[in-house]
């Protein structure tokens, strides 16, 4: 069979209206969310709001740990479900994060994350990996002080 939009090497000539239509998969998202057992559950607006108020950014001086335990205590007033819990952590989760570090979220393959441990885990060995907490446990056990200083500014 022959190509008659094919010359040569180039590829078969195109018109406008061949790039409209979206090429691929529809929706590129690298957490799938489970279906919600409690088909009242709406993600309102006003969660939104809240979550994208209190970004992560990943700065140095930021807590992971803190982040994601301000982000559950606000899923946790929805009033969801235990079942629904982790559904609700998992459609949210992007939504607490700024910009540049979703883009981060996103940079794991389709679908690749399935369950809320998994994004819990690679966020915090992101953005506190082992060898801070063992730098920082080891900076602690091994603090000494100093001839005429005080404990509390040791």
């Keep these: 069979m022959v190509d008659r939009g094919r010359v040569g090497n180039r590829p078969p000539r195109r018109t406008l209206g061949v790039y409209v239509y979206q090429q691929g998969p529809k929706h590129y998202n690298n957490i799938i969310i489970p279906p919600f057992k409690n088909k009242v559950v709406e993600l309102k607006p006003t969660l939104h709001s809240l979550i994208g108020s209190h970004p992560f950014a990943g700065m140095d001086h930021k807590d992971p740990y803190m982040h994601l335990s301000t982000f559950m205590e606000l899923c946790s007033t929805m009033g969801a479900s235990d079942e629904d ?34 994004v819990e885990e690679k966020f ?30 040791t």
């Design 85 to 118: 819990g982790e559904a609700v952590y998992l459609k949210a989760f992007p939504f607490s994060l700024a910009s540049k570090k979703k883009m981060r979220l996103q940079s794991y393959p389709n679908k690749s994350l399935n369950t809320w441990e998994e």
């Design 124 to 153: 915090k060995v992101r953005f506190f990996p082992p060898s801070r907490f063992i730098s920082i446990k080891s900076a602690i056990a091994t603090f000494s002080q100093g001839s005429g200083e005080p404990l509390c500014e």
